[in-house]
């Protein structure tokens, strides 16, 4: 687009984000009357704050409700029950995740010529809901009717006088709607533009209500126009009421939220939301976009990393801007383990490429294991500049950033005042090329779904003795064979513990859930074997897949196991020991780290080394095994378990010693069906000697393994 001249309202900007927030949370909340936060508007569907008359079910009484299947309920006297007896496939299985969306938001469209803004147009919403449905993803939701929003909810950020002004719009004529967009930075105003931005910020909250009282674990909204860009008496960039800023408000407000964590993924930066929340130490806004040293739109001085936020909310603001094009997975992979994830834990908290962005994102939130990243995972010399930036920029904040082995130096903003680029314009040859690229990415990466679909089972377990405890989700299945007998003794002769009957039978089980996960079969699953047993039982796993079909393997011991003595230090796995004796680094592919000792030492040894070696090696299999005075509690061993779902595209098999808690067990099952792991509890930093021991071993392994950088090296 070409430049604009000055226009009244606040800094503008244009382009909406290309994908839409899904909050997760887990409080209670209820309805309130017509006109006040809460309540949908007139006209809305019977989707909301309802009181739920369902005798049978055991919510709190006041939920939002859904329209019923076949309408009354028997018994009830009532069309309408809880989501949370909704939310259950005919399998008796909970459906996890919602989506929400109104074919009414399609309703609004640009009545006259305009480059600029002729991108933001109805098939946004319907080719993207079409994806979902040609992929199955929108049957395994459930499916909720966004309502519209009440302009008590709309007030939450914006002022009266601007949302006078924006219903106003509902009878002006086209010239008059045509002069009143021009007022803004590539924005267009529609007569149904009101109900469409509405419904629009409804579906937000929607969602949120759907989350937080428990009727599903997340979700997805699919609407328009979009939010992120607009504040709090102006519309900008296609974005009319700011959509995720009304749900933090309405969540904080209705259900009594004291932290909520916002990820902003768009090419452009969402200043909206960091003016309305920058003096607000409850809400945590993380944004990722493209920069350039200020060259790219919207050429602000608070885009840059060192815009930390104002007063209160110093250190809640987290920019970080991409100062070249072209990042990558190891890019990404990066900002979220040096900067997103550290930050966030410490803190407790193009039609067709849409469309298929929507669809990755569907399938994330339902728990389905991503494909393995492809590509070297070297993140580039512009990415790691800008990571250090913010580390810097933030590290007076957040403690977890001064103790990951690398002290950040603070760098001079990366803002420049030369002349400023020529802006590219969304109908430009330079759009439509980088778009095309971007569309054809992802079509490559849905064709690997293609040829790598889901697998029918996700997680099996394999317990030679199941305790009558233990509980697992219905679509866990429990695995009752054996390999065949010859297999399985003629692995055993290899070490003379798995020669005893029970550790035999154990070690059958063991290995006919390993061929189920080898052969594709199975994604992940949980085995246990007799203590004495566990480290020969854990050499034969490693064996096996080595020499049937696993290229590269990562074995994450934890407690007292070693490595096995004659396994080839060949490239093909990477032993990683935690609670070793001390930190060492034989080679590459040999790395020790003690057990850190609190809650904080522990996220960064995971953050700062575990996920940067496992993405770094990108393996075709995880071994997790829990041996010996492993020292792990429950929601730390999961939360191991759930990361290294990611580097292997879901493969992980986790080995438990028989008298491992039931709990476990059932917690590691829930969680590699694509659950979220329990907390950690109380955030406490790492003691001197883990921050040490981590500083050491990245000092020792960052030269091999690019993905523990977080600095950009010294340019000679």
């Not at 064709?447 to 989700?473: E, F, G, I, S, Y």
């Not at 203590?531 to 050499?539: I, M, Q, R, V």
């Amino acid at each position: 687009m070409g430049q604009h001249g000055p226009r009244p309202g606040p800094q503008a900007s244009r382009q909406p984000s290309s994908r839409q927030a899904a909050l997760r949370g887990g409080v209670l909340g209820a309805g309130s009357e017509s006109e006040e936060v809460g309540k949908s508007g007139p006209g809305s569907p019977p989707v909301g704050l309802l009181p739920c008359l369902d005798s049978a079910c055991s919510c709190p009484g006041s939920l939002p409700v859904v329209p019923a299947p076949g309408g009354c309920k028997e018994g009830t006297g009532s069309a309408f029950t809880c989501p949370a007896r909704v939310a259950q496939s005919d399998h008796g299985c909970a459906m996890r995740t919602a989506l929400v969306h109104h074919e009414d938001m399609t309703a609004a469209r640009l009545l006259w010529e305009d480059p600029e803004c002729e991108i933001e147009r109805p098939e946004r919403l319907t080719t993207a809901l079409e994806r979902l449905r040609q992929w199955g993803l929108e049957q395994r939701c459930l499916q909720l009717a966004a309502r519209e929003a009440s302009e008590a909810e709309l007030g939450l950020v914006h002022s009266p006088e601007y949302v006078s002004l924006v219903r106003g719009t509902q009878t002006l004529s086209t010239r008059e709607l045509q002069a009143l967009s021009g007022q803004y930075d590539a924005v267009y105003f529609h007569p149904s533009t009101f109900h469409c931005a509405r419904l629009a910020v409804g579906a937000a909250l929607q969602l949120v209500d759907a989350v937080l009282t428990g009727a599903v674990h997340n979700g997805l909204a699919l609407v328009r126009p979009p939010g992120h860009h607009s504040q709090r008496a102006a519309a900008n960039g296609f974005c009319v009421f700011n959509n995720v800023a009304i749900a933090a408000k309405y969540a904080k407000q209705r259900h009594g939220l004291h932290r909520i964590l916002i990820v902003d993924w768009d090419v452009h930066h969402g200043q909206g939301i960091q003016y309305i929340f920058e003096d607000d130490p409850s809400v945590l806004y993380f944004s990722w976009h493209r920069y350039e040293h200020g060259h790219f739109w919207p050429y602000l001085r608070e885009s840059d990393a060192d815009a930390v936020g104002q007063g209160q909310g110093r250190g809640f603001t987290v920019n970080l801007p991409w100062n070249q094009v072209g990042m990558g997975n190891a890019d990404y992979v990066a900002a979220f383990l040096h900067v997103l994830l550290p930050v966030a834990f410490e803190g407790g908290y193009h039609l067709e490429s849409l469309s298929q962005s929507v669809c990755m994102v569907a399938k994330a939130l339902l728990g389905d294991p991503a494909l393995p990243l492809s590509g070297p995972m070297e993140p580039h010399h512009s990415a790691l500049e800008s990571i250090q930036s913010v580390r810097a920029a933030q590290a007076p904040h957040w403690k977890s950033l001064r103790q990951q082995g690398s002290t950040p130096i603070l760098n001079p903003s990366t803002y420049s005042l030369e002349r400023r680029a020529s802006p590219v314009s969304p109908g430009g040859p330079k759009f439509k090329a980088a778009e095309a690229q971007a569309s054809a990415a992802l079509s490559s990466l849905l064709d690997q779904l293609h040829l790598n679909p889901t697998l029918p089972v996700r997680t099996a377990v394999a317990l030679t003795a199941l305790d009558a405890a233990l509980v697992l989700p219905a679509d866990v299945l429990r695995k009752e064979g054996s390999a065949p007998q010859e297999e399985t003794r003629a692995w055993a002769r290899l070490h003379e513990a798995l020669a005893q009957d029970k550790a035999l039978t154990a070690l059958g089980k063991v290995l006919h859930l390993l061929n189920g996960i080898l052969d594709g079969q199975v994604s992940s699953g949980i085995a246990a074997t007799p203590e004495p047993a566990l480290a020969p039982t854990l050499d034969v796993v490693i064996r096996r897949s080595l020499s049937h079909g696993a290229r590269r393997l990562l074995c994450v011991a934890v407690g007292q196991l070693d490595r096995p003595t004659d396994l080839a230090d060949d490239g093909r796995n990477l032993w990683l020991n935690i609670r070793g004796k001390e930190a060492a680094a034989p080679s590459k592919f040999q790395v020790s780290v003690p057990l850190p000792g609190t809650t904080g030492g522990f996220v960064s040894c995971v953050l700062a080394l575990v996920l940067p070696l496992a993405y770094g090696f990108q393996p075709d299999l995880v071994l997790v095994a829990l041996g010996p005075a492993h020292g792990l509690q429950v929601p730390q061993a999961t939360l191991l378990a759930s990361l290294l779902r990611g580097p292997a595209g879901g493969r992980v098999l986790v080995l438990l010693e028989q008298g491992s808690t039931s709990q476990l067990a059932g917690v590691l099952a829930r969680v590699l069906q694509g659950e979220a792991p329990p907390g950690l509890g109380p955030f406490s930093m790492a003691s001197p000697e883990d921050t040490q021991a981590l500083i050491y071993l990245r000092g020792q392994l960052e030269a091999e393994w690019k993905m523990l950088q977080v600095a950009a090296p010294q340019v000679p």
